[in-house]
């Protein structure tokens, strides 16, 4: 028995040896050590042993039994990290590969200049606001003192979306000076970027659609001189210090006394020409018309509620393809509008 019991042992150490998958090993546990193993079929003829052998081939068998379970566990262990191994190998990333290319937008440069212009002016003091594109005739013309029957309510420039012409797309951002003033007490301090739309025909400087800035300064002792120290700083910080700037009388109903400012054209340097032809970008002009602007009409601030003996203002509008032009060097409007790849990639 002892015999047998020893070529067991060296039985199972030789077939270990082969058994490569866990299954191989399950079924040699099951060969030795099952119910219907070699080595319980050994024990079960211990009956036949004498009373003086049977504990010590007890002894034998369960030494045996311990060293086939010793041995099937540590080959198991074996294969298990050998299977750990072959699966992160498996999955390992080569890092060398290179990767697929990314290509990544950016800001279209009319919105990089909306961000310069909201920077500068938050820099100083300013609240930014938003309003509807959608507006009442109300705010966006009578109440900014344009009366009935005023030639900038014509139906050939303005789109109404009611046969009474109460409902519109807002001309300009100009409402906004009512719409905040109406609910708002002095100080006030805010800036409303946002898009207008106009009966126009596309061309090199117009389109239906378009951006403007309304700015509206109001406070006790404000004059005409803040007006222009706020519009002169924005300048020269958009177009730096050498930017020239004028600034001419003009008329808008809801300002008084109201004026346009100029910039010098960036193209001929105000001579109105190039090469001796007619400059394209200022059309001869030499000077480019960026915003009009003005002190806040007392009428319009007693409208909203503000005595227009106590508090002054101004306001003004630019236009925001027409600042983007001349930061970004662009000579035609419908550019900014297209969204052709080549021409934006440039910015
Ligand atoms: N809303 C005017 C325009 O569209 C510009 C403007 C704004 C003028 C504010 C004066 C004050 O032309």
Redesign the pocket.
């Given at each position: 028995m002892k015999e047998q019991l020893n070529e067991i042992r060296q039985k199972a150490i030789s077939r270990l040896e082969n058994s490569d998958t866990l299954a191989a090993l399950e079924e040699l546990r099951l060969q030795f050590l099952g119910k219907k193993g070699e080595v319980t079929a050994l024990l079960k003829q211990m009956g036949k042993l004498s009373p003086e052998e049977r504990p010590v081939m007890g002894q034998l068998a369960n030494q045996v039994r311990a060293d086939i379970e010793g041995m099937l566990a540590e080959r198991k262990q074996e294969l298990e990290a050998h299977a750990l191994d072959a699966k992160l190998k498996a999955e390992a990333l080569d890092v060398t590969i290179p990767g697929d290319e990314m290509t990544f937008g950016h800001q279209h440069p009319m919105n990089q200049v909306l961000q310069e212009i909201k920077d500068i002016f938050t820099g100083m003091g300013y609240q930014i606001v938003d309003g509807p594109e959608v507006e009442l005739a109300e705010y966006n013309f009578t109440r900014l003192n344009i009366e009935e029957g005023h030639p900038s309510r014509d139906r050939s420039d303005t789109f109404y979306f009611t046969d009474d012409d109460s409902l519109l797309l807002r001309?300009?951002?100009?409402p906004m000076?009512v719409r905040v003033m109406e609910n708002t007490k002095p100080p006030i301090c805010i800036l409303a970027p946002g898009r207008?739309y106009r009966k126009d025909e596309a061309d090199a400087t117009h389109s239906p659609m378009f951006h403007?800035i309304?700015g509206l300064v109001v406070d006790e002792g404000i004059t005409m001189g803040d007006l222009k120290g706020a519009l002169v700083t924005l300048m020269k910080r958009i177009y730096g210090e050498q930017a020239v700037m004028r600034f001419r009388p003009h008329h808008?109903p809801?300002?008084e006394p109201?004026c346009e400012m100029d910039m010098q054209c960036h193209k001929c340097h105000g001579t109105g020409e190039v090469d001796g032809q007619v400059c394209s970008t200022c059309h001869g002009e030499g000077w480019i018309e960026l915003?009009?602007?003005?002190m806040v009409h007392p009428k319009v601030l007693e409208g909203c509620g503000i005595d227009p003996k106590r508090y002054s203002g101004f306001?003004?509008?630019m236009g925001l393809e027409r600042m983007a032009m001349g930061r970004m060097k662009i000579n035609d409007l419908r550019l900014i509008f297209d969204n052709d790849i080549r021409f934006l990639n440039q910015f």
């Open positions: 001309t300009q951002t100009s000076q207008v403007q309304e808008f809801f300002t109201s915003l009009g602007a003005g306001a003004f509008g």
